[in-house]
């Protein structure tokens, strides 16, 4: 034991402990806990002599500032965040067996949003999708929502993903961003149509959300609910901002500071005026998806299309709130890792290819980017009422190894296990017959939704900016002939809005798509059949 009664294993410090850190009490130490009398202190010979290499203190500290940077997020590098917590107030306990969903139900959370595009340092207000990822904190473990603030996406296969991401990266030679050259962006939106509803929103007047309080978010993908019963639901995840929404034009963004956003949330929070959001689901029986492709050619499976809302009205199951900063960014932002793997039971995947990969896309990057134990670090730690018992033990930085417990399924000393609360065989065994087989084949329903925004949802003001928004962004586009493309893409939405873009960029658009080839793409509304065949 040591001198102070307690075991000698037990004198680690605690995560609140440090969280909480002043400088009151305190001794200045180098990293193994020896007290300096002061940090510049450097070890010379003489006066005018080299340094000693015995001079651990000088080491320890140099050598830490060496290592202080991991690498950033590949994409969503910069953003922010803060805690908060969630309730049930409309239990959701007949549709889903999620220990979270049943009344009465509560627990802490974090949410870190962000842009998508830029890097660690880039600006709040870019126009760019905003991430909004929750990690929900239940007595059964951690369930992320790891979303955006637009309910589709740019891209259904996702083997496009890399591809579209670099496009919106530094150019590998001339090292310029698409502030400066717009033209690998618009290349690969001109020859990936599918990307036409999400092109839509960013270029429109949602496209820059006046910072992260007022946005919605959504899961954009499908998910699963599934009931005591085994029975399922497809289910569309919403967030409704209680603020309501607000955006800021292109003209007005050059007016907000680089760090807009995160200024706006840590002063609301600080003033106590707590942003909050409700939770809601739309939901489809697997006969209604059936329905849904056959009469309106919509795939639930499908990351580009909404789910008509008069169809498939919201259901609140609850809300949150963020009313707590983060007292130390590195720990509790940038090294929280946010998974759409991890799922609580009752809530499952479903076959959404891009869901699919993102499933496994985010842990690996999070043993690459923060390293293989970091599950273990407080702000991903899981807080459940139960000890948990895994074979996963040793690698870099093993804080918790789970003692001296079996590292395999050991007679002598067993664990226990919870009983199965979902029939997985009902879960899996159903899909729809019509999943799209070509991810990329692009249909004349591809363009039916975008057209709505055209016709219906923008007036005559928010028509006319988001052609000067999208002629403003290609001016930097190097090349005639991808704006040419990109003309006849918005003429399969909108003939009105494909000679508005020809009149605001002076280039003449291609007619339709039908006689176009795509590389990225196949054209399922080409006209001849070779050209069919050739895509
Ligand atoms: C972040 C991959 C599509 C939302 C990330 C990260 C990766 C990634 C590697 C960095 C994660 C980290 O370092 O912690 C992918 C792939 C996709 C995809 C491969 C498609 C194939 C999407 C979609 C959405 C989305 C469709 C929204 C519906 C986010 C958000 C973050 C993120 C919100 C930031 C998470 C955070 O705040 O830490 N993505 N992503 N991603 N992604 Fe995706």
């Known amino acids: 034991h040591a001198p102070d009664g307690k075991r000698n294993g037990d004198i680690h410090r605690d995560y609140n402990d440090d969280r909480n850190a002043t400088s009151e009490d305190t001794l200045y130490c180098t990293s193994n806990g020896v007290p300096m009398p002061h940090p510049y202190e450097t070890q010379r010979v003489g006066e005018n002599g080299p340094l000693l290499l015995q001079d651990f203190h000088l080491v320890d500290l140099i050598s830490h500032f060496d290592r202080e940077r991991i690498p950033e997020r590949v994409v969503h590098a910069k953003g922010g965040g803060a805690h908060g917590y969630y309730q049930t107030t409309d239990p959701l306990d007949d549709i889903c067996t999620a220990d979270i969903f049943q009344p009465g139900k509560k627990c802490p959370i974090s949410v870190r949003f962000s842009t998508v595009g830029g890097e660690s340092g880039s600006h709040d207000c870019a126009r760019d999708p905003r991430g909004f990822s929750v990690k929900f904190r239940t007595e059964e ?69 006046d910072g992260w309080r007022k946005m919605h978010g959504y899961m954009g ?9 085994g029975e399922w639901k497809y289910a569309q995840m919403h967030m409704k901002s209680k603020q309501g929404t607000g955006f800021i034009t292109q003209e007005d963004s050059a007016n907000y500071s680089p760090d807009y956003a995160q200024k706006d949330l ?42 008509p809302h008069d169809q498939f009205p919201l259901r609140k199951v609850g809300e949150f709130f963020l009313n707590e900063n983060v007292k130390n960014y590195f720990a509790e932002i940038e090294q929280i890792a946010f998974n759409p793997a991890h799922l609580p039971p009752g809530i499952e995947p479903s076959a959404d290819p891009v869901l699919q990969s993102r499933l496994f896309s985010y842990p690996d990057t999070h043993r690459h980017r923060i390293g293989v134990n970091y599950q273990q670090l407080p702000v ?8 948990i018992a895994n074979f996963q033990r040793d690698g870099n930085m093993a804080f918790y190894n789970q003692g001296s417990r079996p590292p395999y399924l050991s007679s002598i000393e067993p664990i226990s296990f919870r009983k199965r609360t979902v029939d997985l065989s009902s879960v899996h ?36 900016r988001f052609v000067s928004n999208v002629s403003g962004h290609m001016s930097t586009c190097r090349k005639e002939e991808i704006i040419k493309r990109q003309i006849a893409i918005f003429r399969e939405v909108s003939e009105d809005l494909a000679s508005r873009l020809e009149k605001a960029t002076g280039v003449k658009g291609y007619e339709g798509i039908s006689n176009m080839r795509f590389n990225g793409t196949h054209n399922g509304m080409a006209a001849e059949k070779s050209l069919r065949q050739a895509n």
């Not at 999943?435 to 928010?462: C, H, Y």
Request: include cysteine; proline fraction near 7%; charge should be negative.
């Open 141 to 209: 473990g951690n369930w992320d929502v790891v979303a955006n603030n637009t309910p589709v996406f740019f891209l259904r296969d996702p083997a496009k993903f890399p591809h579209f991401i670099h496009t919106q990266k530094r150019d590998p030679a001339t090292h310029l961003t698409g502030a400066d050259d717009s033209t690998m962006f618009w290349d690969y939106l001109s020859q990936n149509p599918e990307s036409i509803h999400q092109v839509m929103i960013l270029m429109g007047d949602r496209g820059i959300p």
């Open 429 to 464: 065994g159903h899909f729809t017959g019509n999943a799209v087989t070509f991810l990329s084949e692009i249909r004349k329903e591809d363009f039916n939704q975008p057209r709505v925004m055209w016709e219906k949802v923008f007036d005559d003001g928010a028509k006319a």
């Open 380 to 387: 991903n730690a899981p807080r459940v009422p139960y000890r």
């Open 266 to 307: 840590y002063n609301a929070i600080e003033k106590g005026e707590y942003p909050g959001w409700d939770v809601c689901f739309q939901l489809m029986s697997p006969q209604e998806a059936e329905d849904l492709w056959e009469k309106q050619k919509i795939n639930v499976f499908d990351l580009t299309h909404v789910w």
């Open 221 to 229: 993908h499908t998910l699963k609910l599934v009931n005591k019963k």
